[in-house]
Nanobody
Framework: EVLLVESGGGLVQAGGSLRLSCTAS????????IGWFRQAAGKEREGLSC????????YYTDSAKGRFTITSDSAKKTVYLQMNGLKPEDTGVYYC??????????????????WGRGTQVTVSP
């Protein structure tokens, strides 16, 4: 079965950095779109950054652009999200997810089918 496990969250002061990891198993790692999402308390889950494998697309939403960087390591079957210049409003649960189709549609929650359990990121002011 598809298994996605996030790690690397924690507590950081505003302006600091974190690198999140998502280790994957149960599917061909490089064959499906993969992305990072987050959900703040009381808010809807939102996309941050997604990779379209077949399309060779790396996409960042406005929330992530300029501060976050997504990378993928095929050998380790791991995707990372490097987050710099963190702000209190970045606080939330961060998830990685897989789109079950072969083709990247959008970095939208509704397009992704398989989700990890999430890792908490808390940014203090």
């Amino acid at each position: 079965e598809v298994l996605l496990v996030e790690s690397g969250g924690g507590l950081v002061q505003a302006g600091g950095s974190l690198r999140l990891s998502c280790t994957a198993s149960g599917f061909t790692f490089d064959a499906y779109p993969i992305g990072w999402f987050r959900q703040a308390a009381g808010k809807e889950r939102e996309g941050l950054s997604c990779i379209g494998r077949r399309e060779n697309i790396t996409y960042y939403t406005d929330s992530a652009k300029g501060r976050f960087t997504i990378t993928s390591d095929s050998a380790k079957k791991t995707v990372y999200l490097q987050m710099n210049g963190l702000k209190p409003e970045d606080t939330g649960v961060y998830y990685c997810a897989i789109d079950g189709s072969y083709y990247f549609s959008s970095c939208s929650v509704d397009e992704f089918d398989y989700w990890g359990r999430g890792t908490q990121v808390t940014v203090s002011p």
